[in-house]
Structures are given as C-alpha cells and as structure tokens.
C-alpha cells in the first residue's frame, strides 16, 4: 500500500539519513505489521519520525543522556517540523501535513490509538535494530550502562499496543541479556 508521498519519503530517509535509515525503514515495516493499511498519516509519520537527526543545525537539541526527557520533546518537535517542511514541498495536503506533524510530536509518547500506533512501531524498531548503537555508547562511555539499560526497558515500557508489547518483549530480553555482558567482559559482545 505505498503512495506517490510513502515512496517520496522512502527515497527522502534513504537519501538524507544513511546512518540510521534502517531504524525509520523497519519501523514503517512493523506498523504495517501491527496494523496493516494504516492512514497515509500514520505511514508517513512512522517513516519519517527521526528525520531531524538527518539535519544537523544549530538549533539540534543536544542529548544529555539516554533518558533526557526535554531532548525527546525538542527531538519530536524538530522532526514534525522538518518533516511537515519537506511535505509542503511536495505539495502535500495541508491537512495531511497536519496530521503527519502531529502524529511526529507524539512519536516518543503516544496519546491516542494512532499516535500509540506510531510509538509501538518506533520502540519495535528500535529494539530491532538499535541495540548495537546504544550498545557501542555503553562501551565508549557516551552513555552509562545504566542509562542505556534504562532505555531499553523505556522503550519496552512506553508501548500501549498489547500486540507490540508482546512482539517487543523477546527483544528486550535479548538486548538486556546483550547489555549484561557488556558489563561482564566488554570485548565478548560483537
């Protein structure tokens, strides 16, 4: 079920955001999952909901940990702008611009059946794909074992889908049991 923007957006995060479009892509991959043949709104905010990372600029917030709750506000904030500035330039709806904004905003919170959509479909990635990134600040110090202990279990915790949850659980045992070997021998975990 893509569509002239889905497609757009595929090619915008593979194009803008080679480090980690892999996140966004499967995210859009477990909302189909999830809920298969979800608005056009919902797609594209699954998609694109990190793409202000794709954009350093003096007015990128600056993460002070893993867990820094006013860095997700201001990450999500950024994203929907970002974001809802690249639909208008491809003459998107404004109403869709809207939604898709708005949808962005909740993606690290949810709030409504939709926006927990979002949100389920990001931790499910997340715990897909990014546990070797967060991993890696463990063991170079950018973040504490504890903090990124925290946000494996944040990731898992926050997800109001009970289907989500259920499919997230193994990966959250798996990337805990990752993590705790970290602490064990850091060199034993590749």
Same mark, same amino acid.
């Given at each position: 079920?893509?569509?002239? /923007?889905?497609?757009? $957006?595929? +090619?915008?995060?593979?194009?803008?955001?080679?480090?980690?479009?892999?996140?966004?892509?499967?995210?859009?991959?477990? &909302?189909?999952? /999830?809920?298969?043949?979800?608005?056009?709104?919902?797609?594209?905010?699954?998609?694109?909901?990190?793409?202000?990372? #794709?954009?350093?600029?003096?007015? =990128?917030?600056?993460?002070? !940990?893993?867990?820094?709750?006013?860095?997700?506000?201001?990450?999500?904030?950024?994203?929907?702008?970002?974001?809802?500035?690249?639909?208008?330039?491809?003459?998107?709806?404004?109403?869709?611009?809207?939604?898709?904004?708005?949808?962005?905003?909740?993606?690290?919170? !949810? !709030?409504?059946?939709? #926006?927990?959509?979002? +949100? $389920? =479909?990001?931790?499910?990635? %997340?715990?897909?794909?990014?546990?070797? &990134? %967060? &991993?890696? %600040?463990?063991?170079?110090?950018? %973040?504490?074992?504890?903090?990124?202990?925290?946000?494996?279990?944040?990731?898992?915790? @926050?997800?109001?889908?009970?289907? $989500?949850?259920?499919?997230?659980?193994?990966?959250?045992?798996?990337? +805990?049991?990752?993590?705790?070997?970290?602490?064990? #021998?850091?060199?034993?975990? @590749?």
């Amino acid at each position: 079920m893509n569509s002239f /923007l889905i497609d757009a $957006a595929r +090619q915008w995060v593979i194009d803008s955001y080679p480090y980690n479009s892999y996140h966004l892509l499967r995210s859009l991959e477990w &909302l189909d999952r /999830l809920a298969p043949g979800s608005r056009e709104a919902v797609r594209l905010a699954t998609l694109t909901h990190d793409m202000e990372r #794709a954009f350093p600029g003096p007015d =990128a917030p600056v993460n002070s !940990g893993a867990n820094d709750d006013e860095y997700y506000r201001a990450h999500s904030e950024r994203s929907a702008r970002i974001v809802g500035g690249w639909l208008r330039e491809q003459q998107a709806d404004s109403d869709l611009v809207a939604d898709v904004e708005a949808l962005i905003r909740a993606h690290e919170v !949810g !709030g409504w059946p939709e #926006a927990d959509l979002v +949100q $389920a =479909a990001d931790s499910l990635s %997340f715990l897909d794909t990014n546990v070797d &990134l %967060f &991993l890696g %600040f463990a063991r170079s110090g950018r %973040f504490s074992v504890e903090d990124v202990r925290e946000k494996f279990e944040l990731s898992y915790n @926050r997800i109001r889908v009970q289907e $989500a949850r259920e499919l997230a659980l193994p990966l959250l045992h798996a990337a +805990q049991a990752r993590l705790a070997a970290i602490q064990i #021998a850091p060199d034993a975990v @590749r």
